[in-house]
């Protein structure tokens, strides 16, 4: 019986399976959306098609997948504002980015991104919504995100593209004044209809900061309006489905109604009202409200995380390679070093997962009950800093997971070429992960600036008191009450190294501003102490929703395998990083020693499994496709190996049959 056919025979007995478990409350809408891409010709992976052909593809699949009930569903329960659309818009994110990490991207824009911005910023009244989320939602046109500049992609606050109220034509007109402030890299600028413009608002000559309008690019026949230029940005590195393009707007019109209004309106007469006086924290508000986005990227890289491991999972397991000298080859698994390359990226995909639904249950919470979330800072460094997290980690997982498949996983058929080549831009877009990272610390110096107050011979003061609690705290007795290699003694070194770093980074940055240094200054010979803090904040969270998962399942077995992959993550995070556990006496060499001990019998022990987890993210086999993993290939059929692995009765990982492994190989996989 192989695994997901024994996960099949649970559901329909109704026993909870290891894939509802992993992919969580809406497990229903992931297996449904599965159904439909499994069961379709046009899902099927084209790696042949000329840039043009694939765009159309592209829109096709998009439209598709949009026009199905479930999809059509979940834009309701947006609409609605009903509890838990964040988390539902997450699982599609998911499972479309699984078949094409394109078309993930290309549906986040036309329709999620471009939706989500008059969902969040159009007005109260629900008049932006009537007029441009319903019929987005009937596909009667698609829209784009226009916010990047030439200029200015990570510093939006300071982008250039004007937009200027015309009393007499109650119109604003929209102007690209120079060649920096060109709108670049726009998802569907070559397809789209409408435009949500980011710009800077300019009423009596003054500029109160960017607000955001919908402008109209072209009709539906295709036709540009007025004042509206495009041109194709042509091949990528990777992405080639989406038709990425540069706008330019000279003095194109878009109706008064058309400015998104949640935060500022401006009258008949050209009288700007707000109910956020300061420009700043009036764009701070706006950049809130588009939070999930980030998260959205973060789970597209744990999707593309699940298919390539998958593939290197299912290939190390069939592939065989050298042995004892008295018997047979040995499937490369079997290999320490192959197990130290793989099980801890498994380790860290599932943490992600379970990190990202931490946060967007919040996100559910707050939009479900209306709140502010400029003022949830948590929940804006969280989404931040697992976006930057994640899409690090992805590309980091998806070159070992080439490497372990050797030059079979050089070739396009089989999949991990192109995750990378789509992903790697995932790093930079919808905000540098490096500029990230320091949003996440800047957002946790301003939770920690709150407690100290406003004096600096005071804070100087809570700093010192507040290190020296800390370093009774974790003392070595302390430490040594907990085994370091426990979940629990990891947890405390993830919060001691977070907390030590945030008290060091903010005394440093009191002392530079006290001593008259300029803040940017300041903050500039901070910023590697900043990355670090952020990376080591994420990972504490990860690990604690890691811990909350395995706490929570229900299936003794399923939460034995899943503890150990827990384990595994948090031995990893804290090995990889013992230079600092060592420099401040929080680790003795012996205590490094045992987590070093415990990485290598984890990763063999999560070996065992590794099988059965990423069956239980019961990605379809079209979406697979790598005949290295055991899919037929009529264009690859040399590469195919056949599918490893079969479960015993009781759902435990059956033995590995080496024998048969090379009896069923075909000669020509072993050359």
Request: glycine share 6%.
């Amino acid at each position: 019986v192989h695994y997901r056919s024994k996960m099949a025979t649970d559901v329909q007995n109704g026993k909870m399976s290891p894939s509802r478990y992993i992919d969580g409350e809406f497990w229903e809408l992931k297996d449904r959306l599965r159904r439909e891409i499994e069961n379709n010709e046009l899902f099927i992976q084209r790696f042949d098609l000329p840039m043009d052909e694939l765009r159309d593809l592209t829109l096709k699949r998009a439209k598709f997948i949009l026009s199905l009930p479930q999809v059509q569903q979940q834009f309701a329960d947006q609409l609605a504002n009903k509890k838990g659309f964040i988390s539902s818009s997450l699982a599609i994110g998911e499972v479309v980015s699984c078949a094409d990490m394109a078309l993930g991207v290309k549906m986040g824009v036309m329709a999620f991104l471009f939706g989500g911005a008059v969902m969040n910023l159009g007005s109260k009244s629900k008049q932006h919504v009537e007029k441009w989320f319903q019929p987005l939602k009937d596909l009667q046109f698609t829209g784009m995100f226009a916010m990047s500049e030439k200029g200015h992609g990570s510093n939006v606050r300071n982008i250039l593209t004007e937009a200027r109220y015309d009393r007499k034509s109650q119109e604003f007109v929209i102007t690209t004044p120079c060649e920096d402030a060109q709108k670049m890299y726009i998802g569907n600028a070559l397809q789209g209809n409408y435009a949500a413009v980011f710009a800077q608002l300019i009423i009596g000559q003054k500029s109160k900061g960017p607000h955001c309008f919908i402008v109209p690019i072209r009709d539906s026949e295709g036709n540009l309006y007025p004042g509206v230029s495009v041109t194709d940005m042509g091949l990528k590195e990777g992405l080639n489905g989406v038709d990425n393009g540069i706008l330019h707007f000279t003095e194109a019109r878009t109706p008064r109604e058309n400015l998104l209004n949640r935060f500022a309106d401006v009258s008949a007469k050209g009288v700007y009202t707000t109910s956020i006086a300061s420009n700043n924290a009036r764009f701070n508000a706006m950049l809130a409200a588009l939070v999930a986005t980030r998260l959205a990227l973060s789970n597209q890289a744990t999707a593309s995380m699940k298919v390539a491991l998958e593939i290197a999972i299912r290939y190390a397991f069939k592939r065989v390679q050298f042995g004892p000298s008295a018997g047979p080859e040995v499937p490369i698994m079997e290999y320490q070093t192959h197990q130290l390359r793989l099980m801890p990226n498994l380790a860290t995909c599932l943490a992600v997962s379970f990190a990202n639904r931490y946060a967007a249950d919040i996100l559910d919470d707050d939009f479900f009950h209306e709140r502010n979330l400029v003022d949830n800072r948590s929940i804006q460094a969280l989404a931040s800093g697992l976006k930057a997290y994640a899409t690090w980690e992805n590309l980091q997982c998806l070159q070992t997971c080439r490497e372990c498949c050797g030059g079979m996983g050089y070739m396009s058929e089989n999949r991990i070429a192109g995750l990378k080549q789509d992903c790697d831009v995932f790093v930079t877009f919808e905000g540098d992960n490096t500029v990230l990272y320091q949003q996440v610390v800047k957002e946790l110096l301003a939770e920690f600036g709150q407690k100290l107050g406003g004096y600096r011979v005071l804070q100087t003061f809570s700093v010192l008191q507040q290190e020296t609690a800390e370093y009774i705290r974790t003392s070595m007795f302390a430490v040594s009450t907990e085994p370091v290699t426990s979940a629990s003694g990891m947890m405390k070194a993830l919060s001691f190294r977070e907390g030590r770093m945030l008290r060091k980074l903010a005394g440093r940055m009191i002392k530079k501003v006290g001593n008259g240094e300029e803040a940017f200054q300041a903050w500039n010979s901070c910023l590697d102490h900043a990355q670090a803090l952020a990376k080591c904040h994420i990972q504490r969270v990860c690990l604690e929703q890691f811990v909350a998962v395995v706490e929570k399942c229900p299936s003794t077995y399923e939460r034995d395998i899943l503890d150990k992959f827990c384990l595994l993550y948090g031995t990893h995070a804290l090995y990889s990083d013992r230079a600092w556990y060592l420099e401040h006496g929080y680790y003795t060499p012996a205590n490094t020693k045992e987590l070093r001990q415990q990485l290598l019998s984890l990763c063999a022990e999560t070996c065992k499994h590794a099988l059965y987890i990423v069956e239980a993210f019961y990605t379809p086999r079209v979406s697979i496709h790598a005949p290295i993993a055991g899919v037929p290939s009529n264009k690859a059929p040399w590469a195919h190996y056949p599918e490893p692995g079969t479960a015993n009765t009781d759902g435990s990982p059956a033995a590995i049959d080496v024998d048969a492994v090379r009896k069923n190989t075909p000669l020509q996989s072993k050359l």
